[in-house]
């Protein structure tokens, strides 16, 4: 340590109660970087919360120690920061703290102040097999004689002339008696804590001892893609993060749990899509959010919950439970995940709530600031699958809801109309369904009423 | 046979129980649609509705009070207790009614309640947040109390709380709900309350205690047997209320040197009344004093994470105290 530089080492903190271990996501300073205090030096990602690690000092970026991806438990060094000069502080505290805090007294090797106190197992002992325990060699504390000295002495023979150096063929043990304790009261080793007050190492904290606070738990979650150790020439591993474990789990659990059931329907949608062309622009200018066709779509189904509300309900094995609240959870993608936000009492707001809803569920997904209240209680899903040109698709159900539904890509078409070929604007609804709960006949109904509801939409229509 | 966590064998537990038994239902402080804080009863209500399992106001002695009362008319109820901090609104219920409720009645009623409540510190939760309440509820006849140390005694524990005729305290260790993994069968066992559970045979010395502390212990114990020939006979008391007697004994007598470890503080703790059982039966077999190692008489523990360091026992603490037995 006569360098004029410190290392510090900087340990995961305890993000969240109960959590005991974090992902790194990504290091935000390399090597060589200098850092001021609580500047962020790395993102974390966990079951709970998604944060940064600030630095808890200033300096400049020494050794990187978890890699990104990496799993680090709750309390293990991630990197050190190399400060400048006062070398007397936390790393100095790791050498020494192992030193026990009462110094060896004086020297015990011929202690033998509990010789002659025999506890009552050794008296048991002694007078079942009728050993004169004068003639027993004592390894425990002051020379006392232990319950296993006679144990051994009694499977010896007795005969025990050879066991008159024991205490020098076991030098550790009698060493390690020395620091336990002073011969005058050999029980006082015994005490649970330190009478003295808390030393200058324990209030100093070294480290690396976890800390609690001092973080931004709100700070954005970054899903790491990160390829990690192994494969060969041919193939390469991708880490599992916490969300694709997720999005496994759920998805496994939906198909093995929920017959599932398809059927799909035609819609024309011409109508809405003169009146979106009408009114997005505007709408645009007073809201300030894209006026998408996603929140037609959504006013219909809700409407078509509300006539037929099986449909938002849940299997509970031995009955079947329908929910009165609407709360819409809408499929958003991205780079490489997919969530499934909720919109909360879907059934009491307006399309122009709706579309404020959609983009705002979908700003935060993007940006990673989605809430666990914003993926909590949904009843039904919506996925807009058109957004990515899709015209068909088998949607699995969001678990543990009865159905979910796709909108697909709006295509124009040639459609006959009274005899009359017509181009047409349409699109697809595909529908999955729980067949534990819904036939064919109730989800025909309501697809019909969808689809009732999305063509019954005019230029009159209100958005308010 | 699964790996799962502490917390999902407690939830696998109640949820095992739930679709066996109908009259079992849970309840407590957002146990429902938030799915407890810890997430332990995360999607019970989605399983089985919220008849089954309630959100209650911020009232634990209605909590505890209306479990009773559903209890002596045939329910199954188990009550959380969000943390057992909390508890002790809930103790005049518990203590004055459900533990004297079948005596009271001459055998008339009975009060099959489980309450749930998380013991412990060490998670940065202050005073209000990591008690270890086992000693105010230790002693009171009518009462059981069981205290899992693994993820396996969780779930045999809790199952076999629920099918108990009588009221069973179940004080789960909120540090172990995420840290501590094992092996748990998926199918249906129970662990049998009144049992201890012998963790480890050894000849040198004995150590008794329960819930997370025994981790230390069992690390401890390890690091002793390679580093210094130190063996260590460790049994988990696994119920703390009726303490399994004859384990105590059979253990002491084992070594004849005794540690008793818990976090709840020493005086007046259950390591006490283990010595005590120890001393009446076992005098002659005894080859040292009887040692205990528990959490220090203050008052709450302390919100610094130094302090909070201080209060608790970790493995050094405990190995040092092994150590210095193994050498007297």
Same mark, same amino acid.
């Given at each position: 340590m006569t360098d004029k530089y410190t290392m510090t080492d900087v340990a995961m903190p305890?993000?969240?109660?109960?959590?005991?271990s974090a992902t790194i996501a990504k290091w935000l300073k390399k090597p060589g970087d200098p850092i001021e205090q609580y500047e962020p030096i790395c993102e974390v990602i966990t079951d709970k919360v998604n944060a940064e690690i600030p630095s808890t000092l200033d300096g400049v970026m020494g050794d990187i120690l978890a890699e990104e991806g990496q799993v680090v438990s709750v309390g293990e060094v991630i990197c050190r920061i190399q400060t400048a000069g006062a070398s007397d502080g936390t790393v100095a505290s790791a050498g020494g703290a192992s030193e026990p805090a009462h110094s060896p007294g004086a020297a015990i090797s011929g202690d033998t102040s509990m010789r002659s106190r025999y506890s009552p197992a050794v008296q048991t002992l002694a007078a079942q097999h009728g050993i004169d325990l004068n003639r027993v060699q004592g390894t425990g504390l002051g020379g006392r004689i232990t319950r296993k000295d006679v144990l051994k002495y009694i499977e010896q023979g007795g005969s025990q002339g050879a066991a008159a150096q024991p205490a020098v063929t076991e030098p550790a043990r009698a060493e390690r008696r020395e620091q336990s304790g002073s011969a005058a009261s050999p029980f006082s080793g015994l005490k649970q804590q330190p009478a003295t007050p808390l030393s200058k190492e324990d209030l100093f904290t070294p480290i690396p001892d976890v800390r609690h606070s001092g973080l931004h738990l709100t700070e954005t979650p970054k899903i790491p893609t990160i390829e990690v150790e192994g494969g060969g020439r041919s193939d390469y591993f991708i880490d599992v993060t916490p969300i694709r474990n997720t999005i496994a789990r759920n998805m496994r659990q939906s198909v093995t749990e929920i017959p599932h059931a398809w059927t799909m329907i035609e819609v024309d949608v011409t109508n809405l899509v003169l009146l979106r062309n009408k009114l997005k622009d505007e709408f645009k200018r007073n809201e300030g959010v894209n006026l998408t066709y996603l929140a037609f779509l959504l006013k219909a189904v809700v409407n078509a919950i509300k006539d037929y509300p099986i449909m938002n309900s849940f299997w509970a094995v031995d009955k079947i439970v329908v929910k009165r609240d609407i709360n819409l959870s809408l499929a958003v993608g991205t780079e490489d995940s997919v969530m499934t936000p909720v919109i909360h009492r879907a059934d009491q707001k307006n399309i122009a709530g709706l579309a404020r809803e959609i983009d705002e569920l979908a700003r935060k997904t993007r940006e990673g600031k989605l809430t666990l209240d914003d993926m909590q209680g949904g009843t039904f899903t919506v996925n807009n699958t058109g957004s990515f040109g899709s015209i068909l698709s088998y949607p699995i159900i969001n678990y543990p809801q009865a159905a979910i539904l796709t909108f697909e890509s709006i295509v124009k078409k040639p459609v006959v109309i009274n005899d009359m070929i017509a181009v047409r604007s349409m699109a697809n609804l595909c529908l999955s369904l729980d067949h534990r709960i819904l036939d064919g006949v109730i989800c025909g109904r309501f697809l019909q009423r969808v689809k009732d509801n999305l063509e019954g939409y005019t230029l009159d229509t209100k958005l308010y | 046979m699964a790996v799962m966590e502490y917390i999902d064998a407690i939830r696998l537990a109640m949820k095992e129980e739930m679709e066996k038994d109908e009259s079992v239902f849970v309840l407590g402080e957002d146990v429902g649609v938030k799915g407890g804080v810890f997430t332990t009863t995360k999607g019970l209500i989605e399983q089985f509705g919220e008849m089954r399992v309630l959100d209650t106001p911020l009232a634990e002695s209605a909590i505890a009070g209306v479990a009773i009362g559903a209890a002596m008319y045939g329910m199954k109820p188990i009550a959380e207790m969000q943390y057992s901090d909390f508890m002790l609104p809930a103790t005049n219920q518990i203590i004055s009614e459900a533990a004297k409720i079948r005596y009271r009645s001459n055998n008339d009623w009975s009060c099959p309640i489980v309450v749930r409540a998380p013991i412990g510190g060490g998670i940065f939760g202050g005073l209000y947040h990591s008690q270890c309440p086992e000693s105010i509820f230790f002693g009171t006849p009518g009462l059981k109390i069981v205290a899992p140390f693994s993820a396996y005694d969780a779930k045999g524990l809790l199952k076999a709380a629920v099918r108990d005729p009588d009221p069973v305290l179940f004080f789960e260790n909120k540090k172990c709900y995420k840290l501590i993994t094992g092996d748990v069968p998926e199918d249906d066992y129970v662990v049998p309350i009144g049992k201890a559970n012998v963790l480890r045979e050894g000849s040198d010395i004995t150590v008794i205690g329960y819930s997370m502390p025994l981790h230390f212990v069992m690390q401890a114990a390890e690091e002793l047997e390679k580093e210094e020939g130190i063996s260590a006979h460790v049994l988990d /008391?696994?119920? /703390?209320?009726? /303490?399994?007697q004859d384990a105590i004994i059979e253990s002491a007598r084992r070594t004849g040197k005794v540690l008793i470890v818990h976090e709840d503080n020493k005086t007046g703790g259950v390591g006490g009344e283990v010595a005590a059982i120890i001393s009446e039966h076992c005098l002659y077999d005894l080859d040292a004093p009887i040692m205990r190692l528990c959490g220090p008489d203050v008052p709450a523990m302390p919100i610094s994470p130094p302090m909070e360091k201080f209060f608790m026992l970790n493995k050094d603490k405990v190995k040092e105290s092994m150590r210095q037995l193994a050498l007297y």
């Open positions: 305890q993000l969240a109660e109960s959590l005991v | /008391l696994r119920t /703390l209320q009726p /303490l399994d």
